[in-house]
């Protein structure tokens, strides 16, 4: 069905981002502003995913031009999800920001900033032609260049060099598919490609150019041996920044490889598959190794999102719906979940004023709200079974037991003891043990700063309790993945 | 043509590689210029050069050459502009800052 509400969420980041920059010196406005403008765009994010999941696919032509020759904007299940899973998380993000980022980067355009990021990030979800999935994901890097360097620390500087650079190369690789893509099949449109891929069967060429935008997707997504870049990038910003990032970027690119690989390339999956399968489990293992490994609180949580993304992307090889159900259901968890520890993790060093663990210790004492959202947030990461990550992890298993792939299952579960250690060696030396804070640290006020990661943390349990109300949603959008025909018809409407 | 072309965009790409391996920052930068010139003409090439008339309605010719590829090559040059004017600012910015442009010594630990 054809529907201008598809392009609001994009419309309303972008006027207000624009908007926002005339109020460079009014920090107030800006703040309310940026508050209002998402909390309309979660409210049209919700709407969305009602309409889609009563009327289906909802598609929108810009300027009327008719695909496959025009741009396309296209809100199915699986689009719409993360669009509301991302304006959440923002709107989280932006409040914690009110309080912690420092007024001279809110004089900066931080909120400006944010905006366009979520127009990029809702731009690639929304997309449906590949050529714009490169504009949007320019969009969104070209505001992360400017939120990861905000501030111009020489950590920040230094590292930002670096995340550039990759960017760069790996969008020059993106543009090198997307023209080798239009040489064979003349087109750019997802759901004509994915016909004309269709009926010519995947010859190997095709097959190439799949891996080759694989390559890209998993330098954004961080996937095995693209991982390299994230650790040191992301330890950079201060902790909203990282919540943002961690919670959104990487899992672009994991949209991204979903998107390619059950509506296009899905012809010869005893390749293309088998390979994606083991580059996750590869990035499982790998993740662990480096969240265990570290005891500084951010290392930790970011290998933990290199973990996430390893098993969300396995979920693209197991080409069951419960597959599919567990790795949409696990990302829409995991981009709320790591968002939330992002955010802790920033009242904690907040009040210690460092991030390594040796240097905390008995912060339960002082600020006992703190710690036990934490514990949730840490059990709700690895899994226990009333919170939303054992849902997502237990519709994957089933998925992995039905298409028989126990190496993938075990690794799973085993990376949830992993994950549940590493999580928990922070909140024991953290909270645990001997306090190591003057009598200045024990005073630091949170009353500001905890209810944003309140409302992620209630959000994430509805997520767990209420699977009842969530998985109709979930296993539309698994559906649509499932069986490439409906996003086919309901773009080209034959 | 479009084997010249190739060949043209594979000498680019060997450029831009060589440039960006090497220590200093400002190389690397000229690397990805160069890096992005070479993926514009691929797009070109890959669209097929010239082989007809102008695309414009108005012609009435026979066969006309494919406007797609021209269109995403603007799209693709104002992005990298507008990408690389940023790095060139920012590595000028951390140049200041830092005091070197030398990548081994912008390590971190």
């Not at chain 1, 190439?208 to 910003?237: H, N």
């Amino acid at each position: 069905m054809t529907s201008n509400l598809v392009i609001i969420p994009l419309l309303i980041p972008f006027v207000v981002g624009v908007v926002l920059i005339f109020f460079k010196d009014n920090i107030k406005l800006q703040r309310i502003v940026s508050v209002l403008s998402l909390i309309t765009t979660t409210v049209f994010a919700a709407y969305l995913v009602q309409l889609v999941q009563s009327k289906g696919v909802l598609t929108h032509e810009l300027g009327n031009w008719k695909p496959p020759f025009g741009i396309i904007l296209v809100a199915d299940m699986f689009a719409s999800l993360l669009v509301l899973a991302a304006s959440i998380v923002t709107l989280c993000c932006v409040l914690f920001a009110f309080h912690t980022i420092g007024e001279r980067r809110e004089r900066f355009y931080f909120y400006s900033f944010v905006q366009f990021l979520l127009v990029g990030v809702f731009g690639a979800f929304l997309t449906g032609d590949i050529f714009n999935l490169f504009v949007f994901f320019e969009v969104m890097l070209m505001s992360s260049y400017a939120l990861i360097v905000i501030g111009g620390t020489k950590a920040q500087l230094r590292e930002s060099l670096k995340y550039i650079l990759v960017n760069v190369i790996s969008s020059a690789l993106f543009v090198i598919a997307v023209a080798y893509l239009y040489a064979v099949t003349g087109t750019l449109n997802m759901a004509d490609l994915s016909q004309r891929i269709a009926e010519a069967n995947q010859p190997g060429i095709l097959t190439t150019i799949g891996m080759l935008l694989f390559i890209v997707f998993a330098l954004k997504a961080a996937l095995f041996p693209m991982y390299f870049w994230l650790p040191g990038s992301y330890s950079a910003p201060p902790p909203v920044i990282i919540g943002l990032f961690g919670a959104l970027l990487t899992k672009v690119g994991v949209y991204s490889i979903f998107r390619t690989f059950t509506l296009m390339f899905y012809h010869h999956p005893e390749f293309t598959h088998q390979i994606i399968g083991y580059v996750a489990l590869l990035t499982i293992v790998v993740g662990a190794v480096g969240a265990i490994a570290y005891s500084d609180v951010n290392k930790i949580l970011i290998y933990n999102i290199i973990i996430a993304v390893g098993v969300i992307v396995y979920g693209v090889t197991l080409t069951t719906k419960a597959g599919f159900e567990g790795a949409i259901y696990y990302l829409i968890h995991d981009m709320i979940i790591k968002a939330t520890l992002f955010l802790l993790a920033g009242s904690i060093i907040r009040i210690t004023g460092t991030t390594k663990l040796k240097k905390m210790g008995g912060l339960i004492k002082d600020y006992p709200l703190l710690g036990w959202m934490f514990f949730i947030a840490t059990i709700s990461l690895a899994g226990i079974p009333p919170l939303s990550g054992f849902i997502g992890k237990f519709l994957l298993v089933q998925g992995g037991l039905e298409s028989e792939s126990y190496t993938f299952v075990a690794v799973l579960l085993v990376s949830s003891l992993l994950v549940l250690y590493s999580a928990i060696k922070i909140f024991m030396s953290c909270f645990w043990g001997e306090p190591k804070l003057s009598s200045e640290q024990e005073k630091v006020s949170l009353k500001c700063i905890l209810y944003p990661s309140a409302i992620l943390l209630a959000v994430s349990v509805f997520l767990g309790l209420g699977a009842e109300a969530v998985i109709p949603y979930v296993s539309t959008a698994a559906q649509t993945l499932m069986d490439p025909s409906i996003y086919i018809q309901s773009v080209l409407k034959e | 043509m479009e084997i010249l072309m190739s060949i043209v965009a594979g000498i680019l790409f060997t450029a831009a590689v060589y440039l960006m391996l090497s220590r200093s920052l400002l190389r690397i930068i000229i690397g990805t210029g160069l890096l992005s010139h070479g993926v514009h003409l691929l797009i070109l090439t890959m669209g097929g050069l010239k082989g007809g008339s102008v695309p414009l309605l108005g012609e009435k010719a026979s066969s006309y050459t494919d406007p797609l590829p021209q269109a995403l090559i603007l799209t693709a040059i104002v992005i990298s502009f507008g990408v690389t004017s940023f790095f060139l600012v920012l590595a000028y910015r951390a140049y200041q800052e830092l005091g070197t442009d030398d990548m081994d010594k912008l390590r971190g630990k």
